[in-house]
Structure formats: C-alpha cells, structure tokens
C-alpha cells in the first residue's frame, strides 16, 4: 500500500509484483525482501519529508534508483539453491 501522505507522488494505491517463481519458499523469501524493500523507500521519503517540511527530487530520484536496485537484487538473489546443497553430511567409518 502506498502511505496516504505520499498518495501524491505515487498515484497507486495498491502495489503488487509478479514473484516469477512457483516455489512457496521461494516466493516467501521474495516478498520479504520486496516489504523491506518497500519500506526503505517510504521511510527514505518520510525522513527527508521531515526535514525539508517536503521529499526532494534529488531524495526521491536516489531512494527510486535504491528501490529499484533491491527489487532486482529480491528477484534474482532468492532463487533456491541447487538441490546438491540440501544433503546431508554422512559419517565415514573405517
């Protein structure tokens, strides 16, 4: 959701990605990293609000490339590893 007091310098009011993953764990990962992604940005926004009594162009164009970049990062980061990395040590006995 966007936060009421920014509904002017983003017009949505709901806000949803795709997770392109069919994996619930995958897709759990992702949309953690997505909200705190999210709230980076709000608050980024919210503190220089705060001290400038508004969100500054030059603020609000660096908190977007930042937002963007963890979206990327989100998306291609959490990908699961390969399934060699799941096994379990075994005991070797002589």
Not at 2 to 12: G, N
Not at 30 to 42: G, M, V
Not at 57 to 65: G, H, N, R
């Amino acid at each position: 959701m966007v936060p009421a007091r920014f509904a002017h310098i983003d017009s949505r009011n709901r806000i949803r990605y795709s997770l392109h993953t069919t994996s619930l764990e995958t897709a759990r990962v992702r949309r953690d990293q997505l909200a705190n992604a999210d709230l980076e940005y709000w608050n980024a926004l919210a503190t220089d609000a705060a001290e400038n009594l508004a969100v500054t162009m030059v603020t609000f164009k660096a908190a977007e490339q930042r937002y963007k970049a963890a979206q990327a990062r989100a998306l291609v980061l959490s990908t699961r590893p390969p399934k060699f990395f799941h096994r379990t040590r075994r005991s070797v006995t002589t």
